[in-house]
């Protein structure tokens, strides 16, 4: 059985205070977005290893053991008789993007697992064992658009559709590490919360739908946020950085032709919403 995970992006990131436990409380919108990574799940008898896993596509760096596919293959095997497994999982889906990558496999993951071997989970049960793998997880379990608060793992369904919008993304061959990212950020409650923001028409969105990660990145950056300013002049209705980057993202009534000029060296994927 083969399935395919999508990344998303973020619709305003807004970091609104500290925690006592040292996270961040935010609140932010995803969008899924069709770019995709495949992944299969091959059961074998008779075979001693738990598990193979073989990424094709973009490397990965670090040890399989730490692959959240791996991962809820043994939470669900923890719970339920399943099979030694192939896991093939090729990759298109950028890492250290700030697209969910990572998280959209170990969801999906979970999700291919419960049809395929008739675990009979509900939503809600996979969207439990999603939490365990990373906050951000249990959005790909429903993947429609979401507003979420807390650490982002807190979730509710949002009105909103790009369908019918045109998506460039843009990443650059530049790892952001998330604990520097927050070092220059003072959490603040917005004036204006987002769930209103992106009610108003697109137009109006350059102007006061924030990711407040840009700060802190194009500081530290700067070609981080040339990218932006590129995909401005390019036509963009709207730009941002997604999540804590370093991917950026433009939305356009119309596609972008030949982006591979203006942004060589980087990774680019153009699609319709």
Wanted: charged residues 20%.
């Amino acid at each position: 059985m083969i399935t395919f995970p999508n990344a998303k992006i973020n619709l305003g990131l807004n970091i609104t205070e500290k925690r006592p436990d040292g996270y961040h409380n935010l609140e932010t919108v995803f969008y899924p977005v069709p770019i995709e990574d495949a992944l299969e799940v091959v059961p074998l008898k008779g075979r001693e290893k738990e598990f193979e896993l073989h990424v094709l596509g973009t490397p990965i760096a670090g040890n399989p053991e730490d692959n959240l596919v791996v991962k809820a293959y043994r939470l669900l095997k923890g719970r339920f008789s399943l099979p030694p497994v192939d896991i093939y999982l090729q990759k298109q889906i950028p890492s250290g993007a700030g697209m969910g990558g990572g998280s959209a496999d170990g969801s999906f993951m979970l999700k291919l697992l419960n049809e395929q071997f008739s675990l009979e989970l509900t939503d809600e049960e996979l969207e439990a064992y999603a939490a365990h793998l990373g906050a951000d997880c249990p959005f790909f379990i429903k993947n429609q658009p979401t507003f979420a608060t807390g650490t982002g793992n807190i979730f509710q369904p949002i009105n909103i559709t790009l369908k019918g919008l045109y998506i460039l993304v843009v990443k650059p061959d530049i790892f952001v590490s998330t604990r520097d990212a927050f070092s220059i950020i003072t959490p603040a409650y917005p004036v204006k919360s987002i769930t209103d923001i992106i009610q108003s028409p697109l137009e109006e969105w350059k102007d006061c739908l924030v990711n407040d990660f840009e700060k802190s990145v194009f500081a530290q950056h700067p070609e981080i946020g040339d990218i932006k300013k590129k995909l401005y002049e390019a036509g963009a209705i709207y730009a941002s950085m997604s999540g804590s980057g370093s991917a950026l993202f433009g939305l356009f009534n119309t596609p972008v032709s030949h982006p591979e000029l203006l942004f060589s060296d980087c990774f680019i994927w153009q699609g319709e919403l």
